[in-house]
């Protein structure tokens, strides 16, 4: 499949123009005092949600030359190629239909039938270790296959059946596996061991720890205790795991992408099949906005158009999310797997290289925590990052606050609303030279002359910010939320002209520490560069 590259666009050359011309000084104070209707115009509605991007640097003109350059890439062509099964994946000659995973029943959806049996199983399963009186669930595996189903439970943990503790291991690092491990009983604990490949040494070490660990304390019945969730179901079983507790899944689901799979067994087991199959509904109310939402209207169309802006035009090399609500706070590190691990590519998918720049770093941590960390350097700092704030207006506890806890609890969801509101406004407004002039500054020191005190003081502000509004955090929010990210990750890839669904990347570093493994306990030097043979050395314990 072929698509016109971005750079080799009309489009592409008339937003250099309109950049140089007038979307590098566009001023949002300006641009708000203009344009009466400028909030209105840049809120979008879509499924369980809306967005304000109207304090973002751009105009109508540069929203109608990204619609153009969409059109000139053909990204909507490149959608239907997604949704239709198409192997989009073209490096490794796959289709990539997590789309299909939350396809209701009987939708004309590819894989429907097999989707829906797989779901089935996966969901009965869950409701079984629901009701055997397992304490803890212990659920292992990394990248893909621990960030989703890791964030989604935090996110839903108000909807989570109480008294059933569950766990993430993902790091290699034994220090993960053993501040669990202490804390069970192995006859009313469940492992699952989670790996779309089942080759992956992160899991696979951390799963044969468990086992051990569970054989140790006495465990008997290692069937009973540990289940899988695979594409590589002959490994899984190899491994021991009983082949009725093997779930399996397509390679056409990628691991990024795979919390609506079988993947997301421990989110069923914390919230139940009927919420599991509200975030499935969450999603796929998405899914249709995105595949049939007018271009004007298309929310996760704009929002990566918005990125390429930020990105190839304003230079902008990151993007903060900030999601004020306290169980959002694993979604930056979800984030910077779907969108790095999608976006981070050097070359176009005929593998030549580009000669633009692709995936920004995503970062961001949970408001108001980031407020009294990094939110200086979002004000005054000398790089502009673009801030999502992400804001959900009716707080849910999983218990009635009731007295005067009610009270203090309302006042802190007003207040927490208030610093995400004050933030954008701050971050757009800034404070003029002359203003910061005028105030007085009781903590500063009184023998710094004015001037030098005031320019220490004042912001250039103008900085950019899109405001996302959730109703409620719930399963079906959340899992349109989540899609609407997928959604905006596949339209900056498709402009880019890129893979966005391999991850090549990974390997090298793999293979390398795969050869110095067996250094570590040999102690062969032979052919690295000093500084890898000095850490080795240092790693010993061998003198320097
Ligand atoms: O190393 C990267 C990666 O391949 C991710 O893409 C994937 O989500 C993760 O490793 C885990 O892989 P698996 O599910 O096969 O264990």
């Known amino acids: 499949m072929s698509f016109p590259r971005c750079d080799r666009t009309t489009a592409w050359a008339a937003l250099r123009v309109h950049h140089e011309v007038e979307g590098r000084a566009l001023d949002l104070r300006e641009a708000f005092e203009r344009e009466g209707d400028r909030a209105a115009r840049f809120t979008l509605a879509a499924p369980h949600l809306r967005a304000d991007l109207s304090k973002n640097r751009w105009s109508e003109a540069t929203r109608s030359l990204l619609l153009q350059l969409a059109a000139d890439c053909q990204v909507l062509a490149q959608r239907d190629a997604l949704f239709g ?78 008294g059933l503790r569950l766990h993430f291991v993902s790091n290699v690092d034994g220090h993960d596996l053993a501040a669990v491990l202490p804390g069970l009983d ?15 040494q992160e899991t696979l070490a951390n799963a044969n720890a468990a086992k ?24 899984a079983t190899a491994f021991g795991i009983a082949p009725e507790r093997v779930f399996g899944f397509w390679d056409w689901v990628g691991g990024r992408y795979s919390l609506w799979s079988v993947i997301g067994l421990p989110i069923a087991i914390a919230i139940g099949a ?26 996760p169309l704009q929002l ?10 304003h230079g902008f090399g990151s993007r903060s999310v ?17 969108e790095m691990e999608s976006n981070g590519k050097s070359v176009d998918r005929e593998g030549e290289a580009l000669a633009y720049s692709t ?29 999502e704030f992400i804001a959900v207006r009716e707080p849910v506890y999983g218990f009635a606050p009731q007295g005067e806890l009610a009270e203090r609890l309302a006042d802190q969801q007003r207040k927490l609303l208030a610093n995400c509101f004050a933030q954008a406004q701050a971050l757009m407004q800034g404070k003029r030279f002359e203003d910061a002039l005028g105030e007085r500054a009781p903590t500063a020191n009184p023998e710094l002359p004015a001037a030098a005190l005031a320019r220490h003081r004042s912001f250039a502000g103008n ?26 990750v596949f339209v900056s890839g498709a402009v880019w002209g890129i893979n966005s669904f391999d991850q090549w990347g990974v390997e090298l570093g793999k293979a390398l520490c795969n050869q110095l493994l067996p250094r570590l306990e040999s102690g062969g030097l032979e052919g690295l560069d000093a500084s890898t043979a000095a850490a080795l050395r240092w790693a010993r314990g061998d003198s320097a």
């Open 85 to 162: 099964g198409a192997p989009v994946n073209g490096t490794e000659g796959r289709a990539v239909l997590h789309t299909a995973l939350r396809a209701p029943r009987g939708a004309a959806s590819p894989f429907n039938a097999e989707v829906h049996a797989a779901l089935d199983a996966m969901l009965g399963f869950a409701e079984q270790v629901r009701s055997a009186g397992f304490s803890d669930v212990v659920h292992i595996g990394i990248g893909g296959s621990d960030l989703g189903p890791a964030m989604v439970v935090q996110a839903l943990q108000p909807f989570a059946q109480p």
């Open 186 to 200: 192995p006859a009313r604990t469940l492992f699952i061991v989670a790996s779309k490949t089942f080759t992956t």
């Open 212 to 235: 051990a660990w569970f054989l140790d304390q006495g465990g008997t019945e290692v069937a009973a205790h540990f289940a899988a969730t695979s594409s590589n179901v002959a490994a």
């Open 274 to 299: 009927e919420r599991f199959h509200a975030l499935l509904a969450g999603a796929h109310a998405m899914d249709r906005h995105f595949a049939e939402a007018d271009p004007l209207d298309n929310l």
């Open 304 to 313: 990566g158009l918005l990125d390429v802006w930020y990105r190839n035009f």
């Open 322 to 338: 900030a999601p004020y609500h306290q169980g959002l706070r694993r979604l930056p590190a979800y984030l910077q797997q779907l």
């Open 359 to 387: 995936s920004p770093v995503v970062w961001g941590e949970a408001g108001t925590n980031g407020q009294h960390a990094y939110f200086q350097m979002l004000h005054q700092g000398s790089d502009v990052v673009p801030v």
């Open 463 to 488: 900085r950019p910010s899109t405001l996302l509004m959730l109703e409620r955090l719930d399963p079906q929010s959340l899992g349109a939320l989540i899609a609407l990210y997928e959604h905006r």
